[in-house]
Structures are given as C-alpha cells and as structure tokens.
T-cell receptor, first 116, second 112 residues
Framework: KNQVEQSPQSLIILEGKNCTLQ??????????LRWYKQDTGRGPVSLTI?????NTKSNGRYTATLDADTKQSSLHITASQLSDSASYIC???????????????FGAGTILRVKS | NAGVTQTPKFRVLKTGQSMTLLCAQD?????MYWYRQDPGMGLRLIHY???????AKGEVPDGYNVSRLKKQNFLLGLESAAPSQTSVYFC???????????FGQGTRLTVV
C-alpha cells in the first residue's frame, strides 16, 4: 500500500502559466511533509518543509499548503519557467524514532514539463 | 562544501559480479541513507545508519550490505548482482531527525 499518493503523474504546461500538484498521504503518526524537486539525472533538492501546525509555506514562486486534518498537501507553482521542468516529489516523515531513523515515505512524483 | 558525493555515477555489471558504491558527506551528519529509485515508484529505503559504526535494514535490504566505519562515509555493497538490482541509487544524509535530508547526485547501475 502506497502511503503517499501524488497526482497527476505527469503534467505539461506553457511557460508563464500556473499549476498545482497534489499529494495525499496516510502516513501516521505524522511528523512533517516536504516537497522536493528532482531534475533529470540529479538527486532531489528540498523546496519546502511543513510541520503539523503549518498551513502554508512559500519559497519564491513555489507555495506549499498542508491540511493535516484531511492529510492533503499541494504545491502551487506561479509563473512557470522552463527550468521548472522536473519531477516534484512529496515526502512525508513519520514520527517513528525506532523505525528507519524517522522514516521518510516518498511519493512516486509528478513529472512537470514546461513548454515555451 | 561538496555536500553529498556518490561514486561512481554510472556502472554496468554482469550478473553475479560484486561492487561497492561509496557515499561521502562533509557536513558531519549523523544519519545516512541508501535509497533506490525505480520508474513509477517512490524512493525506497535499502539501509540506513544513525551514526558511525551503526547500520540497520530499511524496506528493501535483500541483496545489499552496508558499512559505516567512518562517520563521513556510507558504503553500499552488492555481493552478487542481479538484473532486479538495475536501478538508480541515491545516498542521503541529515544532521538530525527533523532537518532537511541532502541527496547525492545518484548512481545509475545496470546489471546485465
């Protein structure tokens, strides 16, 4: 059972447009949620991190939201650029100290392609 | 500051061969992890370490071994490679349980 589900699997948008990526999770007990950007052939790089009490967090043109009650998060990208083309991965951290050193559960990612 | 460095970046192995992947971090991090990434799936944890001299199994440990003899290095070994181990391998490290994990650039391994 995949505890972190992302949608859509892939997305193509025109440069300058906005888009929103979704993440639903069932990981419990919840510790925090991160969004990572992974360029082709590179390792993931953190964009934002949110704990249980945070509803929204921004990093430049990236804005992440979190609804801990419904266990949903979204990543909104404003005024997209060609360099935004990448895979965006939702990662949920479980508060299980004894298991996996504070287990990180990865979604499969959303592949975003920005066209000119 | 190099961050997390993985070597090699690419490797092709024949079935049954062995190899070691090296992960080195220069941030004095306690926690280090090895993941594999396969198409359409999230990263899956192979093994991890919570400090020098310690290792533990993750979700998919079979066919792999690890060692953490020095705090800055985390080695992943394949004793007898199988085609099912064809994947991209990522190493990550972080200083504490609630801080950001930093990833290496990945090692693309093909077993034929």
């Amino acid at each position: 059972k995949n505890q972190v589900e992302q949608s859509p699997q892939s997305l193509i948008i025109l440069e300058g447009k906005n888009c929103t990526l979704q993440c639903n999770y069932t990981v419990s007990p919840f510790s925090n949620l991160r969004w990572y950007k992974q360029d082709t052939g590179r390792g993931p790089v953190s964009l934002t991190i949110m704990t249980f009490s945070e509803n929204t967090k921004s990093n430049g043109r990236y804005t992440a939201t979190l609804d801990a009650d419904t266990k949903q998060s979204s990543l909104h990208i404003t005024a997209s650029q060609l360099s935004d083309s990448a895979s965006y991965i939702c990662v949920v951290s479980a508060r299980t100290i004894r298991e996996y050193g504070n287990k990180l559960v990865f979604g499969a990612g959303t592949i975003l392609r920005v066209k000119s | 500051n190099a961050g997390v460095t993985q070597t090699p970046k690419f490797r092709v192995l024949k079935t049954g061969q062995s190899m070691t992947l090296l992960c080195a971090q220069d941030m004095n991090h306690e926690y280090m992890y090895w993941y594999r990434q396969d198409p359409g799936m999230g990263l899956r944890l192979i093994h991890y370490s919570v400090g020098e001299g310690t290792t533990a199994k993750g979700e998919v440990p079979d066919g792999y071994n690890v060692s953490r003899l020095k705090k800055q290095n985390f080695l992943l070994g394949l004793e007898s490679a199988a085609p099912s181990q064809t994947s991209v391998y990522f190493c990550a490290s972080r200083g504490s349980l609630n801080t950001e994990a930093f990833f290496g650039q990945g090692t693309r391994l093909t077993v034929v």
